[in-house]
């Protein structure tokens, strides 16, 4: 019996590199990385963001005994586009990284990709997830970790157009070894997932979170006090410990006093389930409530910032437009949206989309890999990482949380933020989406409350 136990997971690499608990450093230097494709000429005003292809690459160049990488997507070596080389660029650095020493081991989900079995020539282990068979979601999760000491993660895919024509964001983080071994562990989880249709129900220990709502990750970042902490979804990738993702979301917008900020590709607060060939739709209220109530009962302004693309589901606008009328007629309420909207180009509908999922307060930061979606934290495998920034203002540095407000208060202003209105062509146009109440049109002068 006691073998059976402890054999259910064999974690790798525990003592690669003598890094624990213990030992691990909690002196930690954060840079906000996005990817802002050129027609969007969008600017910080100051503060100035690393591109996401530098930070990758800068995290290989850190690297000395391993990189880690989890992504659902690997479509880095294109060649029929021209805006691929910094995918192609970064594909051969990848691949360059068993001459120096450097073990590279992806997760990924079930796939036939070339690029992986190119990668696997080159020196690599990969392994995959079948969240088909676990879950009957997907693979969400993007983030890396290299040597145990440093990460990186975001919204971007292992995808030529994350760096190139994709607006993406995420954060590198560098000799934070604390973080990162609790990162690794979620790596180990999904390691030990290969080959495997079902969820054991016995996990060793040392996949377990070092760190969690409860008990946060006590940190420098940039030389600022801190406390973070790593979230996952759904709830059967959350071994003991291990803070789901909703449940990070919920604190950090039950714990903001002034405003929160949220930026994200789709916002859909329903789950859908299929059962012996039936589907069953549901309202999923876990997030959109904890929004309510900030905004009703204690004031919190709500900016929220969502993606107007080809897929966006027509019932978003009726959700919107219910959390528009809570303040109707209240004073001391304010709950804004937007629609990030940017001309899509015929052959690729995800080119120019604004793919970010993330959220900040005024004390807090979440960045994520899933959508606000019911059905992606149900099903979906996802990472969350949460960061809590102390006594900021108190601090004359520019703290990461200043950079990400900053970032959404640029695309928030931007003209491609914009407001919806109700279209009067009942017949449809190019540009609009029809919704159980007619059809919708994105204005910029148009004042939201009035085009209802």
Excluded at 102 to 123: D, F, P, Q, R, Y
Excluded at 299 to 327: D, E, M
Excluded at 342 to 368: C, P, R, S, W
Aim: charged share 25%.
């Amino acid at each position: 019996m006691m073998v059976l136990i402890f054999s259910s997971v064999d974690i790798w690499g525990d003592d690669e590199d003598g890094i624990t608990e213990d030992n691990c450093s909690r002196d930690c230097h954060i840079v906000l990385a996005e990817n802002i494709p050129e027609e969007f000429s969008l600017r910080m005003d100051g503060r100035h963001s690393l591109p996401l292809a530098v930070g990758f690459h800068s995290l290989l160049d850190q690297a000395k005994t391993s990189v880690q990488v989890v992504s659902s997507v690997w479509n880095l070596n294109s060649w029929e586009h021209l805006s691929a080389s910094q995918g192609q660029l970064l594909f051969q650095r990848l691949q360059s990284l068993r001459p120096r020493g450097v073990k590279l081991k992806i997760v990924s989900s079930w796939t036939n990709s070339t690029e992986l079995k190119a990668l696997e020539a080159h020196g690599a282990e990969v392994r995959s997830v079948n969240m088909t068979a676990l879950t009957r979601g997907g693979l969400h999760s993007s983030f890396w970790v290299v040597d145990r000491k440093h990460i990186y993660i975001g919204s971007a895919d292992m995808d030529w157009r994350s760096l190139s024509k994709r607006k993406e964001l995420g954060v590198v983080v560098y000799n934070c070894s604390c973080l990162a071994l609790d990162l690794h562990r979620v790596f180990s989880f999904y390691w030990q997932l290969h080959d495997r249709d079902y969820i054991p129900s016995i996990w060793s220990k040392r996949i377990t979170a070092l760190y969690g709502k409860h008990q946060a990750l006590e940190l420098q970042l940039n030389a600022t006090p801190a406390a973070a902490y790593v979230s996952t979804s759904p709830d059967l990738f959350c071994p003991k410990d291990r803070t789901r993702d909703v449940d990070a979301i919920s604190q950090v917008i039950q714990s903001a006093k002034t405003f929160i900020f949220i930026s994200v590709m789709d916002y859909l607060p329903l789950v859908r389930r299929s059962f012996r060939r039936t589907s069953v739709t549901r309202y999923w209220s876990t997030i959109d409530e904890v929004i309510r109530e900030a905004v009703v009962l204690r004031g919190v302004k709500v900016h929220l910032l969502i993606s107007f693309w080809r897929k966006t589901h027509p019932l978003t606008f009726n959700f919107v437009t219910s959390l528009k009328s809570l303040c109707m007629q209240l004073h001391n309420c304010s709950l804004e949206v937007k629609f990030f909207s940017h001309k899509e180009q015929k052959d690729d509908f995800q080119l120019g989309l604004n793919h970010n999922k993330y959220m900040v307060t005024d004390n807090a930061v979440y960045i994520g890999n899933n959508d606000w979606v019911g059905s992606d934290f149900d099903r979906d495998a996802g990472v969350g990482l949460v960061m809590k920034i102390k006594d900021s203002h108190q601090n004359r540095r520019v703290t990461v949380l200043e950079q990400i407000k900053a970032a959404f208060v640029r695309d928030w202003k931007s003209h491609h933020a914009k407001n919806l209105q109700k279209s009067k062509d009942q017949q449809g146009k190019r540009g609009s989406l029809q919704g159980s109440k007619g059809f919708w049109d994105l204005t910029e002068e148009n004042d939201w409350n009035q085009s209802l």
